[in-house]
């Protein structure tokens, strides 16, 4: 995987050794190959220097659909560049993993400084 931020925005473009993620359909969600794209995301970004962790969003309290997960800051760290959630804004309709296995990349949206009191 090779990611590159673009504002608001990150791509990921899949590489040649990279794993596909396929939707088995069983679970909370009915979409693993979403939280296995997320998950191998994580350990990319976290190599890189974040500190991310994925979790269900209803779980942190946002009013979403139980199933819906991203990446977030796992504790604020000063940095607004490196204090970001990441989702997929496209949940409702398809996985991050649909675009990532058939076009070679996807585009999730990114907010950066999470724990500040505007963002909370």
């Known amino acids: 995987m090779k990611v590159e931020f673009n504002g608001n925005y990150i791509v990921v473009t899949k590489e040649g050794s990279d794993s596909?993620?396929?939707?088995t359909g069983w679970g909370l969600s009915g979409n693993q190959g979403e939280s296995r794209f997320l998950y191998h995301l994580k350990k990319l970004l976290n190599s890189m220097g974040f500190d991310l962790i994925k979790k269900r969003m209803?779980?942190?309290?946002?009013?979403t659909d139980e199933g819906k997960q991203?990446?977030?800051?796992?504790k604020?760290?000063?940095?607004?560049?490196?204090?970001?959630a990441i989702y997929n804004p496209r949940w409702a309709?398809?996985?991050a993993?649909?675009?990532?296995?058939?076009?070679g990349k996807v585009?999730?949206?990114?907010?950066y400084d999470?724990?500040?009191?505007?963002?909370?």
Do not use: M, W
């Open 58 to 63: 209803t779980k942190d309290g946002h009013l």
């Open 93 to 95: 309709i398809e996985g």
């Open 76 to 84: 604020p760290s000063g940095d607004p560049k490196k204090d970001i």
């Open 70 to 74: 991203y990446l977030r800051a796992r």
């Open 114 to 120: 999470i724990f500040s009191p505007e963002q909370i």
């Open 20 to 23: 596909i993620f396929r939707n």
């Open 97 to 103: 993993e649909v675009d990532f296995n058939a076009e």
């Open 107 to 111: 585009t999730l949206q990114v907010v």
